[in-house]
């Protein structure tokens, strides 16, 4: 595959992936909230870890991740549900398979580039350094719990 390809291809599965949310956005039905008898199920049959990345999930602070994303018109079933830690789950969005495995093997890709230090893995090192340090910057300060603005 040429780096042109690779480009059209992740275009497509961007369009495909927008024309596809904007198809079933209207007539879906609205995103039920799970019990928390659900919830526990859902800790449970996945031995309280995060399917994302295999990591322990610690109280309360992990989303039910729809295994079948609920914006490509995943089911509102307890099948459908699997634990994720919200910052995994904020990085795996609505991506379909095609498209989320093509971003691992990118993302493995690049981070064996920054290991080896190659020419593509400094750039791409000082950059990404440089926009999460922007990012963390943009995120709203949280306020002590029980403060006053
Ligand atoms: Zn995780």
């Given at each position: ?25 209207k ?16 800790l ?9 990345c ?8 992990w ?33 379909g398979p ?14 064996t ?15 990404f ?18 403060s006053?603005?």
């Open positions: 595959v040429s780096p042109l390809a690779l480009a059209k291809l992740l275009r497509r599965l961007h369009g495909s992936r927008n024309r596809q949310s904007d198809k079933l956005r007539d879906r039905p609205r995103r039920k909230s799970l019990t928390a008898a659900d919830r526990a199920e859902v449970r049959k996945a031995d309280g870890r995060c399917h994302l295999g990591g322990k999930v610690e109280g309360t602070a989303d039910a991740d729809h295994v079948f994303a609920h914006s490509s018109g995943g089911a509102h079933s307890i099948g459908n549900y699997l634990p994720a830690h919200k910052l995994c789950n904020s990085y795996r969005w609505h991506y095609e498209e989320f495995r093509l971003i691992l093997k990118l993302g493995v890709w690049l981070k580039q920054i290991e080896k230090g190659t020419v593509v893995g400094i750039a791409a090192g000082e950059r350094t440089a926009y999460e340090k922007d990012r963390v910057g943009r995120q709203r300060p949280k306020r002590p719990v029980g006053r603005r």
